[in-house]
């Protein structure tokens, strides 16, 4: 089965710092997605862990441990615009290949 | 560019209607998926094909059905609308399906409903 959790709502100032932290449990392990989805629209791909270790792009930032089954979602410097809800995914082995599920969701509030 | 196209974004059903949710990218993409999404409920995958021919279920699969006879199609299909079943619909497609650190793409969503 698959057990993927993240906190359901955060809420940081612009300019600061916030980590989103997601946990895991399935049954195996192709990698794991971040994505970040504003109100009304569809998802969109942030980033992506399959080794132990940081990924950094820009201004996010995301991080693996697959001992651990834990992930987190660095975003720096937050500006209004990063108020949306973000998306804990993990890719796992199928019958026909893989699947990729998703957690519920954080919804982050970026208030002034 | 198209990307996905998913049609139609508004749908409003009777109990017991079918009717099919129509998904089309123009990436040659092999892995084509449908997720419902529901208040609190997160991305739950319905179905999904790694490629033509080729389909498996997903999370939540009952009162769905799918086909894949092409590369560039995914049609949904409710063979009979329940309440339940109203949700907002994506539908997603990502490069090389036996791949799997490729990321998906969505489409912009249909939001069902059923009376």
């Known amino acids: 089965g698959q057990n993927i959790d993240q906190p359901t709502e955060m809420t940081a100032t612009e300019g600061a710092i916030v980590q989103i932290n997601c946990t895991y449990q399935?049954?195996?392990?192709?990698?794991l997605f971040w994505y970040q989805q504003h109100a009304g629209e569809a998802p969109t791909f942030l980033s992506y862990?399959?080794?132990?270790g940081l990924e950094e792009k820009g201004r996010f930032s995301s991080f693996l441990s697959r001992s651990k089954g834990y992930s987190y979602l660095l975003l720096k410097e937050l500006q209004m615009k990063d108020s949306a809800s973000y998306l804990c995914a993990v890719s796992s082995p199928s019958n026909s290949g893989y699947a990729l599920n998703f957690g519920k969701g954080t919804s982050l509030l970026v208030t002034p | 560019n198209a990307g996905v196209t998913q049609t139609p974004k508004f749908q409003v059903l009777k109990t017991g209607q079918s009717m099919t949710l129509q998904c089309a990218q123009d990436?040659?993409?092999?892995?084509m998926s449908w997720y419902r999404q529901d208040p609190g409920m997160g991305l739950r995958l319905i179905h999904y094909?790694?490629?033509?021919?080729?389909?498996d279920q997903g999370e939540v699969p009952n009162g769905y059905n799918v086909s894949r006879s092409t590369t560039e199609d995914f049609p949904l299909r409710l063979l009979s609308a329940a309440p339940s079943q109203t949700s907002v619909y994506f539908c997603a497609s990502g490069d090389r399906g036996r791949a799997t650190n490729e990321k998906l793409f969505f489409g912009s969503g249909t939001q069902l409903s059923v009376l």
């Open positions: 862990n399959v080794l132990d």
């Open positions: 094909s790694v490629g033509a021919g080729i389909t």
């Open positions: 399935t049954s195996g392990f192709n990698g």
């Open positions: 990436m040659n993409h092999e892995y």
